[in-house]
């Protein structure tokens, strides 16, 4: 496997694009995020929301939360640095967690006032179903309604500016011809989020399209009556997790009372799904050798937190790419499925060069515990 030689993502990721030296880029964004003037940004970002700002009689933007560190920022920020009159939207994702439930509670506490769009439940469970066994992503409506719910909540309040937080597409490397871009539309929605399955395309799935209003992105007649526009704040001022974080857990924002969930190095991100915090990064890393404990040790990295050869000794210690035990029986029990459907499932998702097979059967070798055996580790 080869790895980037700054940070420690295997050159499986998607869209990973490598330079002569070896340095991928996501480490590359780090050095152009310096050159970047982000005093001429700020302005250009006052001069946008002056236009937008109202009084207080009325909501001025929207911000899309999950109550996460970022998104808890984004919100405080907005109103107290940049004297903005929120509302906040929440997507509420596929199971939400206690410590999710109570990081919304704490944004609520902090005054802001929160529309949670919850879809019904049956239709769903039915598209978690679709991203598990067709897109083997279990989140995949969540990667949709998060997008959605805001920009359908900002058409019906007549509220024209959202607000999103980081351009993941710029942060963790992307396109090229998108990572510059600084708004999020329909067209950034479909390319990056939907996984090739647009939501028109469950109909086929025998999913009823009128059950699952909250994930349809509104029309472009009603974009433009209502003068849609959406931006990250990651464009306009250099985005840094730690910070947000410190700033939100000062005021009383939790990180996980249980450590890190599943996958992951530390204690403080993908909280609020569970289905997120293990499945999903679990799924990740069998189809591309890689899961959230990595993400997240390249960006100790890049921000110089971290060496590469500390993170590869940190790497070791996570549980990425062990089964995620702590919620697989919840999500058998969600879908209706057995433990073999389950690893059947995940069995013909999974990149069958990266894992050690049974040479005489082909079939993917599994130890005591039913985990793959990996022929690959970060070095
Ligand atoms: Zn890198």
């Not at 035990?325 to 999500?331: A, K, M, R, S, V």
């Amino acid at each position: 496997m080869r790895y980037c030689k700054k940070c420690i993502m295997p050159a499986t990721r998607p869209e990973q694009v490598f330079n002569d030296e070896g340095i991928c880029n996501a480490c590359l964004t780090v050095g152009q995020k310096k050159e970047i003037d982000w005093d001429s940004r700020k302005q250009q970002f006052e001069s946008i929301l002056s236009k937008y700002r109202s009084d207080g009689s009325k909501y001025d933007c929207i911000i899309p939360v999950s109550g996460g560190k970022d998104s808890c920022y984004q919100a405080i920020v907005m109103r107290d640095k940049y004297n903005m009159n929120p509302l906040c939207v929440n997507h509420s994702p596929c199971e939400l967690t206690q410590v999710g439930r109570e990081n919304l509670e704490f944004l609520s506490d902090q005054g802001f006032d929160i529309i949670s769009v919850i879809a019904n439940r049956k239709a769903y469970r039915e598209m978690v179903k679709i991203g598990f066994f067709k897109l083997g992503d279990s989140c995949w409506p969540e990667h949709i309604g998060i997008f959605t719910a805001p920009v359908r909540v900002a058409v019906n309040y007549n509220i024209p500016l959202i607000i999103w937080g980081e351009n993941s597409q710029f942060e963790y490397g992307g396109p090229a011809t998108q990572s510059e871009n600084n708004f999020l539309d329909r067209n950034w929605l479909e390319q990056f989020q939907m996984l090739g399955h647009r939501i028109s395309d469950i109909v086929h799935d025998g999913v009823n399209i009128n059950d699952v209003k909250t994930h349809l992105y509104p029309s472009d007649e009603e974009i433009n009556r209502v003068g849609i526009t959406g931006l990250f704040l990651g464009y306009f001022e250099s985005w840094d997790t730690m910070r947000n974080l410190k700033l939100v857990e000062k005021l009383g924002w939790k990180r996980n009372p249980e450590g890190a969930v599943d996958g992951a190095y530390n204690d403080f991100e993908n909280l609020d799904c569970k289905w997120i915090g293990g499945l999903h990064d679990y799924m990740k890393f069998i189809k591309f050798g890689y899961g959230r404990a990595t993400d997240q040790l390249c960006i100790e990295i890049r921000a110089n937190r971290m060496t590469r050869e500390a993170a590869i000794e940190a790497y070791k210690e996570t549980s990425e790419g062990t089964l995620p035990n702590t919620y697989i029986p919840d999500f058998l029990k969600y879908l209706g499925i057995s433990f073999d459907e389950f690893t059947d499932n995940m069995d013909r998702f999974t990149n069958k060069s990266l894992f050690e097979r049974d040479e005489d059967t082909g079939k993917l070798k599994k130890d005591d515990n039913g985990n793959l055996v990996r022929k690959f580790m970060p070095e």
